[in-house]
């Protein structure tokens, strides 16, 4: 660290270090590699959710890390700020290496979003928030937020040029994504970097995982008045989880399938 420049954040280094070696924090991630996350389909009046559902602890280890800065240290205008990045995220690995990846997605995704001004005024303060919120609502309405990555398909690993998935552009300027990725790592993240071919060639989009569009007219009244006030008012239709992997190494943050979404460019 001090080689690199960063030696003045020693302190702060020395204190996430203890707390990633403590007892407590051990015990999260047992039981969050005990209770691997579940994919909910449905609720339980046969309407169509998509939800993963992770155990408290690892919801625990998320807001560490958050609060610690792994994913916004870099950006925060500390010096040597990717350094820091990279010791903390180098800690946080010694006590659970799982939630290193959706906060390491979460961290390169400014990178990207720089080349975009409106989202990345948008979605920036989310991004650097030391909150975590690992409520499942439309991005707007939360403190802090995460970002997935949906490069990956079937035919294609790091050659994303073989990619199929296709941006067709609507009349009002949005785009339609149709396409079947296969790794996708850290569903509940609030909104992935996807990438899909449109016109021009292979570019990337950033896909909410929900969307902020009331649907009152799609709601029977009897799902209305019982399920909780957001899903009556919000509707998921990005994205579609279709199945459920385990990937060796990263279990507490198991990807599914994800197919089909609609959204700006
Ligand atoms: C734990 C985990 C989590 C992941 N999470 C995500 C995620 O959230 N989102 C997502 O989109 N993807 C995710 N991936 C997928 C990951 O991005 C791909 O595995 C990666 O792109 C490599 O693709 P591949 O596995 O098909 O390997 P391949 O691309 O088939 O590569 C196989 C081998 O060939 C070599 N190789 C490939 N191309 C070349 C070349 N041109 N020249 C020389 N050598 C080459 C590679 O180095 C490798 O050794 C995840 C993968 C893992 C393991």
Redesign the pocket.
């Known amino acids: 660290m001090e080689r690199a420049g960063a030696g003045e954040h020693r302190e702060r280094l020395a204190a996430f270090g203890a707390r990633c070696g403590s007892a407590e924090v051990a015990e999260w991630a047992m039981q969050a590699n005990r209770n691997p996350p579940q994919l909910k389909s449905f609720d339980r009046y046969g309407q169509r959710i998509d939800e993963v559902e992770f155990h408290p602890a690892y919801h625990q280890l998320m807001a560490l890390g958050i609060g610690a800065g792994v994913s916004s240290a870099a950006w925060s205008g500390a010096s040597a700020g990717h350094v820091l990045h990279t010791a903390l995220e180098f800690l946080m690995a010694q006590a659970e290496p799982g939630v290193c990846?959706p906060m390491t997605?979460t961290y390169a995704s400014l990178a990207a979003l720089e080349n975009q001004p409106e989202l990345l005024a948008e979605w920036k303060p989310r991004i650097l928030s030391s909150e975590y919120d690992g409520s499942s609502q439309p991005a707007k309405a939360k403190r802090g937020a995460t970002i997935?990555?949906?490069?990956?398909e079937k035919q294609?690993?790091?050659?994303?040029r073989a990619n199929t998935t296709r941006a067709s552009r609507n009349a009002d300027g949005s785009y339609n994504l149709v396409g079947h990725?296969?790794?996708?790592?850290?569903p509940m993240s609030d909104a992935f970097l996807t990438l899909a071919y449109a016109d021009g060639g292979l570019t990337c989009f950033l896909v909410p995982k929900l969307s902020a569009r009331k649907v009152a007219a799609c709601a029977p009244s009897l799902t209305w008045c019982i399920t909780p006030a957001w899903t009556a008012f919000w509707r998921r239709r990005h994205i579609c989880d279709r199945r459920w992997r385990t990937?060796?190494?990263?279990r507490p943050t198991a990807?599914p399938f994800k197919e089909s979404s609609s959204i700006s460019r």
């Open positions: 990846c997605m997935g990555m949906a490069m990956t294609g690993g790091s050659d994303v990725k296969w790794f996708c790592s850290a990937p060796c190494g990263t990807p």
